[in-house]
């Protein structure tokens, strides 16, 4: 049983910034936006086509994001962002009267919710998103509407569950609610409510939580 992490925020608040101290050579990136990184990006290469080498995927497709997370040899697998997968889906069957794309939609990230958690046990998954917010102030995991809402709870397939925050200048993980949001994780993995946005460091907590021996953190020069 490998380990899912969520991951939600607002644009700008730091999902994808996170990567940065992730070692590339452990590392698959998928990217469901084709849009440059947010980092100086030494040792991150986009492939061309699935056949070829490199460790930066871009796609929109659920069922090609299933069957990379099912046959990549990768310790780390990040997808970023999910919620452009729905939108993206949706919009190509805009055109389509009923309510059948809304099932095969929620059906879709049902797969890769399910998926992202039967890989092997050495194996981590981080699934990035953004959030929304009700009229009663909760947030939570930004999908397509009402119609994929009621049949997928996107939280709940996660022991894990961060939420960027900018908290006095700094870029922040949340690791517990605040009682308005869905952040959760278990009892002791990280120090505090608030932890440096950092998914490497987050990657290193998750492995010695659940003894995985495995480092997927760039080394640096003394």
């Known amino acids: 049983m490998s380990i899912a992490t969520l991951v939600l925020g607002e644009s700008g608040s730091g999902k994808s910034t996170s ?5 590339p050579s452990q590392t698959l990136l998928i990217q469901c936006i084709k849009k440059p990184l947010p980092f100086r990006t030494a040792g991150w290469v986009t492939r061309a086509s699935l056949q070829d080498k490199g460790n930066v995927i871009q796609t929109d497709d659920s069922a090609t994001i299933e069957k990379i997370l099912r046959g990549s040899p990768h310790k780390v697998v990040v997808i970023d962002d999910y919620q452009s997968v729905m939108v993206n889906e949706l919009m190509s069957r805009s055109s389509e009267k009923g309510f059948e794309k809304f099932t095969d939609i929620a059906k879709s990230a049902w797969n890769i919710f399910q998926m992202a958690g039967a890989l092997a046990p050495d194996r981590r998954v981080y699934i990035l998103a953004h959030t929304t917010t009700d009229e009663f102030g909760s947030v939570r995991m930004r999908t397509v509407g009402k119609m994929v809402d009621e049949k997928i709870v996107p939280e709940s397939y996660f022991t894990i569950v961060l939420r ?6 700094a870029r922040q993980f949340r690791t517990q609610t605040n009682g308005k949001d869905c952040c959760k994780s278990p009892i002791d993995m990280f120090a505090d409510t608030f932890i440096p946005n950092d998914l490497a460091e987050v990657d290193k907590s998750v492995c010695e939580f659940y003894q995985i021996n495995s480092s997927t953190t760039k080394e640096t020069k003394q």
Request: no cysteine; hydrophobic share 35%; glycine share 10%.
């Open 19 to 23: 990567l940065r101290n992730l070692d």
């Open 164 to 169: 960027t925050e900018i908290v006095n200048g």
